[in-house]
């Protein structure tokens, strides 16, 4: 049977440039809102150790790829290393003096990341594939929805998030397709059956933890536990809707046959966010 894989013309491009803030980004720095800079420091604190698991699962399975594929993966290990020391650079300019609760929101991380890697490469990469859609549906989003967040932003921090937006779309297949060539002896129902389990499972908990992760964060600022977790409920599945706003995109994946490019990601916005980060790379 002949799988759908990543279009020829989609390049994983790395792109090595840092950040660098003239100064500490001011406490609320996502448009001086308390709730939508908690959950986004929240997402910023799993990002490191996260995309490191998600390099070493597809990293095990490289020997099983070719050709075209081959190159991707070598585009995506070099894209989420540059992510995670971009955002390591990113948490450690967090308020660590206002936002106490964020080395233990890191170390819960870890022993999360610890527990996944305890349980072997294939369920590393199964794991890795779900929150990659999961990344690809956020960043998506952002795509769509980009005057609505990140408007009274510090250049630098909102030029690094469109940045993570686009590469985050550009690699969104690779684990996906890596998958796919790992299992190729497996029976297309097994396979199905595998990564929808694996996503009801992601899904769960990774929106849990984050809205978890940014309710505590958002503590520091006076709220009560009962209404930070309210607040934080209340901009991932309502408005402006962080989790919500994807939905097409989330339960295409419960599609037999399904293909992270039968979202077309394309279009005029993305087109020019790569030639803006093309060129910075460049000059970098």
Known sequence: MTHK???AQVEVTPRDIRFTLEAPPARHWLDGDPVATAVFNALSLTFPDGERLFMDAVRHYRDRVSGKLSDDVRGFIAQEAIHSREHHALNQLIDRAHYTAAPEIEAQIRERVAFSRSR???AMLISTIALEHFTAMMAESH????DELFQKTDPAIERLWRWHALEETEHKAVAYDVFMAATKDWSPLLRYRRRCVAMALIT???TRNITRYAARLLEADGYTPE???KAVKGFVWGRPGLFRRGWRTYFAWYRPGFHPWDQKSTGPTLAAW????DA???AA
């Not at 795509?143 to 980009?146: D, K, P």
């Not at 790569?274 to 980060?277: G, L, R, Y």
Request: net charge positive; no cysteine; aromatic share 8%.
């Open 204 to 206: 769960l908990m990774f």
């Open 120 to 122: 072997g490469p294939m």
């Open 227 to 229: 209404a930070a977790l």
């Open 280 to 282: 910075a790379a460049q």
């Open 5 to 7: 894989t990543t279009p």
């Open 274 to 277: 790569k030639a803006e980060f």
């Open 143 to 146: 795509i769509r929805h980009r």
